[in-house]
Structures are given as C-alpha cells and as structure tokens.
C-alpha cells in the first residue's frame, strides 16, 4: 500500500544509473571545518580547527599533509617499559595526538602588483570524496586550486590564476610542540626542482600512561620530505636554520590561466619520494581524474544501492559510505597485515575498538569483503596472538583501544565481544567458514574462553555465535 512517504517500487536488484557521487556530495565548508582529504598512507588537513572553536583557516598551497602509517600514536618512537602481556610496544605516544596542527608544509601567499597578500582565507571551500577546490578573489584576480592526493600517496594543488600573478610557499622540516632537537638535513635539487628534507630529530613522548615523558626519535626520524612545483624555483628559494636546527624554507613561483602545481610526498626511500612530488606533478590531471574514477566506482559498485524520495537521506547514505571508503588503510607490516578502516584519523590514529564494534558490521555490507570488511576483525587478533592485552582476576581478557605496526595504546576495554557479533554477521553474509574459523582461531577462543566481556548486554548473544 503506498504510503505519502513511498515513491515508486523499487526491486532489490534494480540498480540505479551511475551517479557522479563526488559531484553529488560536495559541500561547502569553509568557515565550518577543516579541509580534509585521505590516501592509503597519506592524510591532508586544511587549515585547522574544531567545528565550535576556528584557530586556522586554510590557505593556498598544502598546509598540513603528513605520512600516516601507523608507525607511531603520536611524535615518538619510544619503546614501552612495562613488562608482560600489557607492555605498548614501540611507538605509542601519549603526548603527540594531532601532531599534524604543528606541521607548516607549503603555506601560500599572493604577489599581485608588488602587493603581498600573505595565506589568504578562501572565499570558498568545497569539500568531494576525490578532492577540495578553494577558491580566493585578490584584488580583482580570482584564484581557483584543487588540492588532492594520488594513488602514489602524493599530494598535489593545481592552481590556476585569472591574470599573472606571483605564488610564494613557506614551510619548515618537522617541528612539534613536544620537539626537543631537530637534526634534519635540507637541500635543493635543482634538476628535480625540489626541495629535499632529510627529517631527524628527539620530542619527548610517553609510551605508558602512568610514566615520566621519554626523549626518543620523531616519528618521521630519517624519512624524506620532498617539495616541488611545475615551474622553477631554483633562483627564488631561500633556506634558514633557526637555533633549534629547523630549517624554513621559501620559493616563488609565477601562476596565471595556464596553472601552476606544487607538489608534496614523503616516504623512507628518498628517490621513492622524489619520483612521487614529480610524477604526480607531471600527470596532475590524469591523476585527479583516476581519484575520482575510483572514488565513484567504488560509490556506484562497493555499497548497497539506496534511494529515497527525502535526497537529503541519500547525500548522508553516501557520505558516510565516503568516509568509511577514503579511510581504508592497507599497510602490510607488523601487527598492520590486515586492510581496515581507520576511525580516529585526526587524533591518534588508528582504528578504535569502540569504533570496530559498529564499523565490523558496516563492513558485512560491502561487494568486496575480503578488501573492505574482514580486516576489521582480523587486524586485532594480531594483539591476541602476540598476547598484548589486560587479563584480569576473573580471567576476562581486554585489548587496547587502538593500535599500530608495533604498539597497543594500553587503555583496554570489553568491546571486544561485539566484534563476534560483527563477524557473524559478514558470514551471514558470505558464507566464508574460512573467514569464521581465522576469527575464532587463536584470537576468539583466546580471549573469551575463561570468559566473556559485556558491552550493551550482548552476554547471550555472544555466548550462542561462539
């Protein structure tokens, strides 16, 4: 019976004509949040501030991106001091969450005319899956740039200018609030066209909750930082070394209708990470163009279809379905072997336990799940049968909250349980009794066996999947 809220009968295997989703759910932010933007390994914040209290505006040029591998929770690197199973590992940090907020990377400013205007607000801000357009008026002169980040985990803004004008970038090697030394190396590699940094350097981080600070090395401790635009700067850049051993950089370059792109990549190999800042330079359109490809194949083939006659519903249907796609992190190293989501991008990184219980059972909805599902189980069975976990009087077994290549957080909690729930309910799902027995084997039997934890009284349910 149709109802004033139904529109036309829909099959269940009606599928909807292909929608340009990243057209469809761009939004205008400016003035309401920070930019953001995710590759696998690599993280863009624009400007910076919480929703309720504005501290930076986002500006021309790429301001805040940074390597995210789970090398670390924070700034450090430092090695945990307790001993047995609720020992952190190497690189959990206390101290350095957000750490990107103290990140200057190339800061722009606009010479229109001899007249400096110094990292301009935009007068508007435009947030897609696939990229961030900002766009600035100076003057008479209007100033268009797309900022994103390729599949070489680079990250790029092409800006383009209505009449010829002059773009000057100022940055600096890393340097935190929690920094101690820098130790870094800089250099300009003129038949590149880039600026190189060798990162090095001692923050005082804490890898155990109830301990003094440690000095250790900086989470991107002998890593390359590589800057490079597509016209020359050799003849403008200027390099200093301030008492702490950070060293700010400056360059100019010339922009007009034809465009200008600067460019950014990190990496531990130094020629993987000057290969990307100019290769992502060199094919700038095509490589936009395959972000968004993949962002709306995945939008179109990877969820279930959704409509609704409220569009409303539909936009906020594929945003979340945006951010749980964009955040997919595939690192393959240490107790990082699984692909998952991540949940807490821009605190202390990582994929939560909290956050599992819920983001497991998104998961059992995907095309692929192998790719985009099973991970969120299987990346903490990693703690499980390296025994890192609280064991309690009662026998009853805790994981930390999130976790890396080599670290636990060291705060616990029961949520676990829930994960089983999630599991079970992908297997409904697929039917993969392979997938059921990698959960329940060495990692579910393990933790529940002397007992099992509660989370909104799932006791019994949870006893009768395991």
Same mark, same amino acid.
């Given at each position: 019976?149709?109802?004033?809220?139904?529109?036309?009968?829909?099959?269940?295997?009606?599928?909807?004509?292909?929608?340009?989703?990243?057209?469809?759910?761009?939004?205008?932010?400016?003035?309401?949040?920070?930019?953001?933007?995710?590759?696998?390994?690599?993280?863009?914040?624009?400007?910076?501030?919480?929703?309720?209290?504005?501290?930076?505006?986002?500006?021309?040029?790429?301001?805040?991106?940074?390597?995210?591998?789970?090398?670390?929770?924070?700034?450090?690197?430092?090695?945990?001091?307790?001993?047995?199973?609720?020992?952190?590992?190497?690189?959990?940090?206390?101290?350095?969450?957000?750490?990107? *907020?103290?990140?200057?990377?190339?800061?722009?400013?606009?010479?229109?005319?001899?007249?400096?205007?110094?990292?301009?607000?935009?007068?508007?801000?435009?947030?897609?899956?696939?990229?961030?357009?900002?766009?600035?008026?100076?003057?008479?002169?209007?100033? *268009?740039?797309? $900022?994103?980040?390729?599949?070489?985990?680079?990250?790029?803004?092409?800006?383009?200018?209505?009449?010829?004008?002059?773009?000057?970038?100022?940055?600096?090697?890393?340097?935190?609030?929690?920094?101690?030394?820098?130790?870094?190396?800089?250099?300009?590699?003129?038949? $590149?066209?880039?600026?190189?940094?060798?990162?090095?350097?001692?923050?005082?981080? *804490?890898?155990?909750?109830?301990?003094?600070? $440690?000095?250790?090395?900086?989470?991107?401790?002998?890593?390359?930082?590589?800057?490079?635009?597509?016209?020359?700067?050799?003849?403008?850049?200027?390099?200093?070394?301030?008492?702490?051993?950070?060293?700010?950089?400056?360059?100019?370059?010339?922009?007009?209708?034809?465009?200008?792109?600067?460019?950014?990549?990190?990496?531990?190999?130094?020629?993987?990470?000057?290969?990307?800042?100019?290769?992502?330079?060199?094919?700038?359109?095509?490589?936009?163009?395959? $972000?968004?490809?993949?962002?709306?194949?995945?939008?179109?083939?990877?969820?279930?279809?959704?409509?609704?006659?409220?569009?409303?519903?539909?936009?906020?249907?594929?945003?979340?379905?945006?951010?749980?796609?964009?955040?997919?992190?595939?690192?393959?190293?240490?107790?990082?072997?699984?692909?998952?989501?991540?949940?807490?991008?821009?605190?202390?990184?990582?994929?939560?336990?909290?956050?599992?219980?819920?983001?497991?059972?998104?998961?059992?909805?995907?095309?692929?799940?192998?790719?985009?599902?099973?991970?969120?189980?299987?990346?903490?069975?990693?703690?499980?049968?390296?025994?890192?976990?609280?064991?309690?009087?009662?026998?009853?077994?805790?994981?930390?909250?999130?976790?890396?290549?080599?670290?636990?957080?060291?705060?616990?909690?029961?949520?676990?349980?829930?994960?089983?729930?999630?599991?079970?309910?992908?297997?409904?799902?697929?039917?993969?009794?392979?997938?059921?027995?990698?959960?329940?084997?060495?990692?579910?039997?393990?933790?529940?066996?002397?007992?099992?934890?509660?989370?909104?009284?799932?006791?019994?349910?949870?006893?009768? *999947?395991?």
């Amino acid at each position: 019976m149709a109802g004033p809220f139904l529109g036309a009968p829909v099959r269940a295997d009606e599928k909807p004509p292909f929608t340009d989703y990243c057209e469809r759910l761009e939004q205008e932010i400016q003035g309401r949040k920070h930019g953001f933007l995710a590759g696998n390994v690599t993280y863009y914040i624009g400007g910076f501030h919480a929703v309720w209290n504005p501290i930076e505006d986002e500006t021309i040029g790429l301001t805040h991106p940074f390597h995210h591998d789970l090398r670390s929770r924070g700034t450090g690197l430092a090695a945990s001091s307790i001993s047995g199973t609720e020992n952190t590992g190497l690189g959990n940090d206390y101290m350095g969450w957000e750490f990107y *907020k103290d990140t200057r990377v190339l800061y722009g400013s606009v010479v229109i005319d001899s007249k400096v205007f110094e990292n301009p607000k935009p007068t508007s801000m435009r947030w897609r899956p696939d990229k961030l357009i900002c766009e600035y008026e100076l003057d008479g002169v209007r100033i *268009k740039e797309e $900022k994103f980040i390729a599949a070489n985990d680079a990250a790029a803004s092409i800006i383009t200018a209505s009449r010829p004008i002059e773009l000057r970038f100022s940055g600096h090697s890393f340097f935190h609030r929690n920094s101690i030394k820098s130790t870094a190396a800089i250099g300009m590699n003129v038949g $590149k066209n880039a600026i190189a940094i060798t990162e090095g350097g001692t923050v005082r981080c *804490k890898p155990d909750a109830n301990s003094d600070p $440690k000095e250790a090395p900086c989470v991107y401790d002998g890593m390359t930082t590589v800057l490079s635009a597509s016209r020359s700067f050799a003849n403008t850049v200027s390099i200093e070394q301030d008492d702490r051993g950070v060293h700010h950089y400056e360059f100019t370059v010339p922009c007009d209708e034809k465009g200008t792109v600067v460019s950014w990549a990190m990496h531990d190999d130094s020629k993987v990470a000057v290969k990307s800042a100019r290769d992502i330079i060199k094919q700038c359109r095509s490589s936009l163009l395959e $972000k968004t490809t993949v962002m709306n194949r995945l939008l179109n083939e990877e969820v279930p279809w959704f409509r609704c006659p409220d569009e409303r519903f539909v936009d906020v249907y594929y945003y979340l379905w945006s951010l749980y796609l964009m955040y997919y992190i595939e690192v393959d190293d240490g107790w990082e072997q699984e692909n998952h989501t991540q949940t807490a991008v821009n605190n202390f990184l990582g994929i939560h336990r909290y956050d599992s219980a819920f983001q497991i059972k998104v998961g059992a909805w995907v095309r692929n799940k192998p790719r985009f599902a099973y991970g969120n189980v299987l990346t903490w069975k990693h703690l499980t049968t390296n025994q890192r976990y609280r064991q309690l009087p009662n026998g009853l077994k805790l994981l930390s909250d999130n976790k890396g290549v080599n670290w636990h957080s060291g705060a616990y909690g029961g949520e676990t349980s829930e994960h089983v729930l999630g599991a079970w309910q992908i297997y409904q799902h697929t039917g993969d009794l392979e997938f059921l027995k990698r959960c329940y084997e060495g990692h579910f039997r393990t933790l529940f066996w002397d007992g099992v934890t509660v989370f909104q009284m799932n006791r019994f349910d949870v006893g009768e *999947k395991l």
